[in-house]
């Protein structure tokens, strides 16, 4: 056989196996072609392999050569043709169902919880007002959860039953541990550790062994406010609360302080908001009693201070209508959808 006899019948081959398999516009017909150009039994390349003892002696050499050639291009053109329809778009290509035109399908995309939304929002909102954020730790002592907040050992609030004390704090040298029951823990953390001027917030979770219902939960979130420096009034705690509310909720919000009682404000008021004309009862708040002032090497004749403690639940609730606060932890996402 002449040489190029050979080489035109390997390059016939060539150009009709690279219709099929560039055409090949799904896997079934793909493997037809395989089978038909590289099958290891009948396959046309070990046909067109045959050729090859019958190419004359000194010719042989520039025969395989091309042989190699052309096997090598084929596993190539094998291989991209593969490549090509393991791509998903490529796979649609080839589905006669698939209209190019339509609109593609949106695929879900998960958001931030509604609760870490708010507590983000109220970060940016007292960040502007000057605030800085600090973060304190769930599980505390009881010199932080109450002694050094004035409540004294004898207090109701440090009742078993209103708190969930951990089992095996007993065994601690530090004393008895429990789940913080109010983020004014966080207060005494940061005046332990820093001179006045003071003027963070905290953020965070609070535990109370309540029953759940449609305005409690065991755990829930509170926003917690200090600012202590030289001349602080009554007058500033209302002011920036004001401006709290008007950037949260937008638009006009009235305050109103009702009296109250916490050990660690003197005095103390409950904080109530006017907004679309409801009253929301927002927390408590108060001038930073001096006896925590001292207790954490403050001088009380020297700085006074504000304090403020409100729940994110219900802020939150508020502003987009929530009726129930259980429907912030189910994680139904029917609910969480629309934030
Ligand atoms: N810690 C109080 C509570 O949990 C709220 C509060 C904070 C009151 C700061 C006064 C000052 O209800």
Not at 14 to 42: C, V, W
Not at 44 to 64: I, M, N, S, T
């Amino acid at each position: 056989m002449a040489l190029a006899d050979f080489v035109a019948d390997l390059d016939a081959l060539l150009t009709a196996a690279q219709q099929s398999f560039g055409g090949a516009a799904d896997k079934a017909t793909l493997e037809a072609a395989r089978i038909e150009y590289l099958g290891a039994k009948n396959g046309r390349l070990k046909e067109a392999q045959k050729g090859l003892g019958k190419v004359d002696g000194p010719d042989k050499p520039a025969a395989g050569k091309r042989f190699n050639e052309v096997k090598q291009a084929l596993d190539a053109l094998f291989a991209d043709a593969e490549a090509r329809l393991a791509a998903p778009d490529a796979a649609a290509a080839g589905d006669p169902t698939f209209d190019p035109t339509e609109p593609g399908r949106r695929v879900p995309l998960g958001h931030l919880h509604p609760l870490t939304q708010t507590i983000e929002e109220l970060k940016e909102i007292m960040g502007r007002l000057g605030f800085s954020v600090v973060q304190g730790p769930e599980v505390e002592d009881e010199w932080h959860n109450f002694e050094a907040l004035n409540i004294p050992l004898s207090h109701p609030a440090r009742d078993p039953l209103e708190n969930f004390y951990l089992a095996t704090a007993e065994k601690l040298a530090s004393g008895p541990m429990l789940l913080r029951s109010q983020t004014s823990t966080v207060q005494i953390r940061v005046m332990e550790k820093t001179k006045p001027p003071v003027r963070i917030i905290s953020l965070g979770r609070v535990y109370r062994p309540d029953d759940a219902d449609a305005t409690h939960y065991p755990m829930f979130h509170q926003i917690e406010g200090l600012l202590v420096d030289r001349g602080v009034t009554m007058a500033d705690l209302k002011s920036v609360l004001r401006l709290f509310a008007i950037s949260y909720f937008g638009g006009d919000v009235h305050i109103r302080f009702r009296p109250s009682f916490f050990p660690f404000t003197e005095p103390s008021v409950e904080v109530d908001m006017l907004w679309n004309d409801r009253w929301i009862e927002m927390g408590g708040a108060g001038m930073v009693d001096p006896n925590v002032l001292r207790a954490v090497g403050y001088d009380p004749e020297e700085v006074t201070g504000f304090a403020f403690g409100l729940g994110v639940e219900r802020v939150c609730a508020r502003k987009y209508q929530v009726t129930d606060i259980r429907e912030f932890y189910h994680n139904d996402v029917r609910f969480l959808a629309q934030f």
